[in-house]
């Protein structure tokens, strides 16, 4: 009766990490365009490194990101992107090497969700934020 119980309560629960926000820019994930594009407009480019089933990630989307200084505060400095750790979406880096997600999290060295990491004009990492906050 009890694995009943569980295995109902596991259904029932949405694992996966929840959309970003509407002020988050669609993106071909090369990541050499998306710099220049928000160098264009005299901002930086921030990504959002999530995983499906993070608890944190989707706190930080339903919570953080809707909140209404963030909203206010981060398109008009940053443009921002989404990838997934796990993910099998092609990302182009800025020497042109093609790689999977979970290959650009590595590179990045992103070992814990959600990771944001802020690229200046030149592609190199101005900031990063470990976990939730």
């Known amino acids: ?42 901002r930086r480019l921030m990504v959002y490194f999530h995983q499906d089933g993070c608890p944190y990630c989707k706190r930080l989307v339903e919570v953080n990101f809707r909140d209404a200084r963030v909203v206010e505060k981060m398109p008009p400095h940053f443009m921002a992107i989404d990838t997934n750790i796990f993910g099998d979406r092609e990302v182009t880096w800025t020497d042109v090497r093609r790689m999977t997600e979970k290959q650009f999290a590595a590179l990045h060295k992103v070992q814990f969700t959600p990771t944001l990491v802020f690229f200046d004009d030149n592609a190199e990492i101005a900031h990063r934020i470990n976990g939730y906050l």
């Open 1 to 42: 009766m009890r694995w009943l119980v569980l295995v109902s309560l596991l259904l029932g629960l949405d694992g996966h990490a929840q959309e970003p926000p509407a002020w988050f820019a669609p993106s071909f994930l090369d990541i050499r365009e998306d710099v220049a594009e928000a160098a264009k407009d005299a």
